[in-house]
């Protein structure tokens, strides 16, 4: 704070040289001093209200004007003031400038309180959800969006993987959530129209399942050709042999497109019935199935083993769970060397139920596991291609999976054999006795 400046000076020797007259004439120099401090306080008090009324109504106050300490004050807090302004201008340009280029974007935003009520969105968000500015604005989400699947995905507030919601308006719209949470309270929601991709991807389905059914039928005709032919030995010698091939390779593309059919069946159709089954019936008919494949391949000596079966019920559809162990099996038999070890077991971690297919074969190398699981991906393609893999098996598998709410996890180490491990959640488990892994 400044030092009083000469108005404070003026007032207090008036002040004094009138106590000192006062107190001259009267005789009573303590009486006029105490009268002229009350008188002074009084001033005071009144400037102090003065002040008070301007800090209210910001109004210029002459009265104030006239003490050099009061309008110090006054200016300090009139440039004090004026720099907040300034700020708040440049924070509402800058809040002005983000609004702005988040509604340029080509992405639905909006931005929702801790209970769920819309305190803003961009241009894109409200075409997307037709949300009115006047209309829409405080109203709550699950009233303007009346979704179940949004509703408990919201509650749930696991939001690692986004929501994908078809809405039926004048034309079919798939909309892509993603959720976060806002630090200060409530939610920032993104959304994208992932119609195009959606209406893509259906058609590359459908292609696929088109295709692979068109070839069926002439592919059977050729191959029933050719296997007449080779049976009824009226082949020339030097042909044999080429027909013998034409027929594997023929037998093969059936293979092929047979398991494209299954794929595109489990892609297009909703899950067909789900009962309870007795693990331990289930893998032992798969078991006893994969006894032929043991012997035309000539692996006789690899042994399988189930462990923990028993005392498990699991609820699914028999013929896809069966598909499933089967090519897991399969896998495991054909790519392990004979005499090797298979196991099958469950255990119980968390809130899952593993039924694991184990072997100790060759492993499978680090970097092939995230992709194992796509269409045609092979580790080794002509040693896939020799024992006659189609490089279809394991997509099969995480369909198969993913319609019963489970997840494929794949551990494996070169020399050391691989490990994949089917996660079901509890509710699809029943179980006898409680086995828990530690
Ligand atoms: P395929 O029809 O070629 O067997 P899959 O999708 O079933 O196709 O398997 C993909 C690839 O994963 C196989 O080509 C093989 O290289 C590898 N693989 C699968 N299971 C095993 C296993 N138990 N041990 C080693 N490699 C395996």
């Not at 009962?275 to 035309?296: G, N």
């Not at 609820?315 to 004979?338: H, K, M, V």
Request: net charge neutral.
């Amino acid at each position: 704070m400044r030092r009083a400046g000469p108005t404070t000076i003026i007032e207090l020797l008036t002040l004094s040289t009138s106590a000192i007259f006062i107190g001259s004439i009267t005789g009573e120099f303590t009486r006029s001093a105490l009268a002229i401090s009350v008188a002074y306080l009084l001033l005071t008090i009144w400037r102090r209200n003065r002040f008070y009324e301007w800090l209210e109504k910001q109004e210029p106050n002459s009265s104030l004007w006239l003490s050099d300490m009061w309008r110090d004050m006054v200016k300090r807090i009139e440039l004090r003031q004026a720099a907040l302004k300034k700020e708040n201008l440049l924070l509402e340009r800058k809040v002005d400038n983000l609004h702005r280029a988040l509604s340029s974007l080509n992405v639905g935003l909006v931005k929702v309180d801790s209970d769920w009520r819309l305190e803003w969105w961009n241009g894109q968000a409200s075409k997307l959800l037709m949300l009115k500015l006047n209309k829409d604005l405080g109203t709550h989400l699950f009233s303007l969006i009346r979704n179940p699947a949004l509703r408990e995905y919201a509650e749930n507030r696991e939001f690692t993987e986004p929501l994908i919601l078809t809405l039926h308006s004048q034309r079919r719209i798939v909309l892509e959530h993603f959720i976060g949470s806002v630090n200060q309270g409530g939610y920032i929601i993104l959304i994208r129209d992932i119609s195009h991709f959606q209406r893509l991807e259906e058609m590359r389905t459908d292609f696929v399942a088109n295709v692979s059914h068109e070839l069926k039928t002439p592919l059977t005709v050729i191959i029933g050709y050719i296997e007449t032919l080779l049976e009824n030995n009226t082949v020339p010698e030097n042909m044999y042999r080429a027909l013998a091939n034409s027929l594997t390779q023929g037998l093969r593309m059936k293979t092929i497109i047979q398991e494209l059919l299954i794929l595109s069946n489990l892609e297009t159709t909703k899950a067909s019935e789900q009962t309870e089954i007795q693990l331990l019936d289930l893998v032992s008919q798969v078991i006893s199935h994969t006894d032929r494949l043991k012997e035309t391949i000539l692996k006789t000596e690899t042994k399988i083993i189930s462990k923990n079966l028993d005392q498990t019920i699991i609820i699914g559809n028999w013929n896809e769970l069966f598909s499933l162990f089967s090519n897991l099996l399969s896998n495991a038999i054909q790519y392990c060397p004979n005499g090797s070890t298979i196991q099958i077991c469950f255990t119980l971690k968390g809130d899952q139920g593993i039924i694991a297919v184990k072997d100790n074969g060759p492993g499978i190398p680090h970097e092939h596991l995230d992709r194992l699981t796509e269409r045609f991906y092979r580790v080794d393609n002509s040693h896939s291609r020799e024992t006659g893999g189609t490089g279809l098996g394991l997509a099969i598998a995480k369909h198969i999976l993913s319609r019963h709410d489970a997840d494929l996890k794949i551990r494996s180490q070169v020399n050391d054999g691989s490990t994949f491990g089917c996660h079901f959640p509890k509710n699809r488990i029943i179980l006898n006795s409680i086995s828990e892994e530690d």
